[in-house]
Structures are given as structure tokens and as C-alpha cells.
């Protein structure tokens, strides 16, 4: 069964800590994308990424990075985190255009910033 | 600018009925349309997708319609179960976007005894 692994489902952190939210994917995709979702606003796009190594900016990217060091995993950082990065985050992969529409999400990761 | 409309917001139906979501969308050009189910705290799950070729796909009692005329598509619910509530994200992915895609906000389904 193919699967994205978000490393957490639950997560509280202080205002200025360093946050790390992993995701691991297994089926060899190549895109991997980061997503949070507010109430009323649907999914945003943070950071994507289509290669290892390679990142871009999506709609939302101040206040974070990504690194994707390997293909199966891709990393979200909040630098220093603060209360309206309160949500929850959304990891999802797929292959590049052309191939199979497959794009699968993570069971997600609810991060609270007090 | 990509929109993603959906309606109703939300509804309350009872278990058996059947119910239809709607999405409208301004997405071009079009690639593909995707129905996605999402439980609360859970990640989305794929429903169905169409690309603009399609005009049903059928998932279980799941039936999706897509009229790339219109740009409208609904999601058609049969028999409805207590566990068919959820929110239902219809997402529209655009030619040239990189395989990204933009989202509607849901419609939130509650399924009563």
C-alpha cells in the first residue's frame, strides 16, 4: 500500500523555536509539495519541490524553508515559529506531469504554536 | 487569477439520502478535476479525477461530473452513510502549473441518524 508518512500527527511548540515536519513518501515520486490548511481557506501551497535538491516557493513561503536531501523525503522548517503558524500541514506527492495523476496526501500534522 | 468554488458550504443530510456538491471553477487551461474526501484531522483522500475528456467517473456510491463547457462539476452521493461525513475538496490542476493545483474549500457533510 503506498503511502506519505508525515512524522507527526500532533505537535506543540513555543514562539522562536526551530520547528522540523517530516515526510517520507515510497512511491518513487518525484514531486513533493507542503500544504497547510485553515479553516475557510482551504489548502495553501508553502513549498514544493521537484527533484531532489530542488525547491521553489508556492503561494505562503515567508516563514519557511524546505530541504530535500533525497527523494523519498521532504522537509518543512519554520525558522522561528509564531502563533498564526498555527495549522495544519499538509505533505502530498506525485509524479511529474505526463505520468500518472496520482497525488496522495499525508494524514497531516497538527502543529500548535503557544 | 485560479479559482475553486464549491457549494453549499455545509450540509445536513439524513442516512440513506442521496445528496450532489458543486464546483465551480475559473482554472485555465484545465488539466484535470479531482474530488478529494477528507475526515476530520485526516489528509484528503482521492476520490476521483477526470481530465477534460471525461464527463463521469464512478467510485462506489461515489459519482463525480465534470462539463468542461460550464467549468462546473458536481459530486453525486447515493445511499449516504453515517461515515460519508466529512469535507469534500474538489481540486482543479492546470495545464503548465507544474502539477500544482488549486483547491476549492469544501463542502462539510454531516450524515444524521
Known amino acids: 500500500d503506498v503511502k506519505v508518512t508525515q512524522s507527526s500527527r500532533y505537535l506543540v511548540k513555543r514562539t522562536g523555536e526551530k520547528v522540523f515536519l517530516e515526510c517520507v513518501q515510497d512511491?518513487?515520486?518525484?514531486?513533493m509539495f507542503w500544504y497547510r490548511q485553515d479553516p475557510g481557506l482551504g489548502l495553501r501551497l508553502i513549498y514544493f519541490?521537484?527533484?531532489?535538491?530542488?525547491?521553489e516557493k508556492g503561494d505562503i513561503p515567508e516563514g519557511y524553508s524546505v530541504s530535500r536531501e533525497k527523494k523519498e523525503r521532504f522537509s518543512l522548517i519554520l525558522e522561528s515559529a509564531s502563533t498564526n503558524q498555527t495549522s495544519m500541514y499538509l505533505c502530498?506527492?506525485?509524479?511529474?506531469?505526463?505520468?500518472?495523476?496520482?497525488?496522495?496526501f499525508g494524514s497531516g500534522t497538527r502543529l500548535t504554536v503557544v | 487569477k485560479n479559482q475553486v468554488e464549491q457549494s453549499p458550504q455545509s450540509l445536513i443530510i439524513l442516512e440513506g439520502k442521496n445528496c450532489t456538491l458543486q464546483?465551480?471553477?475559473?482554472?485555465?487551461?484545465?488539466?484535470?478535476l479531482r474530488w478529494y474526501k477528507q475526515d476530520t484531522g485526516r489528509g484528503p483522500v482521492s476520490l476521483t479525477i477526470?481530465?477534460?475528456?471525461?464527463n463521469t467517473k464512478s467510485n462506489g456510491r461515489y459519482t463525480a461530473t465534470l462539463d468542461a463547457d460550464t467549468k462546473q462539476s458536481s459530486l453525486h452521493i447515493t445511499a449516504s452513510q453515517l461515515s460519508d461525513s466529512a469535507s469534500y475538496i474538489c481540486?482543479?490542476?492546470?495545464?503548465?502549473?507544474?502539477?500544482?493545483?488549486?483547491f476549492g474549500t469544501g463542502t462539510q457533510l454531516k450524515v444524521e441518524l
Open positions: 502530498a506527492s506525485s509524479f511529474t506531469m505526463g505520468r500518472d495523476y496520482g497525488y496522495t
Open positions: 512511491m518513487d515520486h518525484e514531486n
Open positions: 519541490s521537484y527533484d531532489v535538491k530542488m525547491k
Open positions: 464546483c465551480n471553477y475559473t482554472v485555465s487551461p484545465f488539466s484535470n
Open positions: 477526470m481530465t477534460f475528456s471525461e
Open positions: 481540486v482543479v490542476s492546470f495545464t503548465g502549473g507544474g502539477n500544482k493545483l488549486t
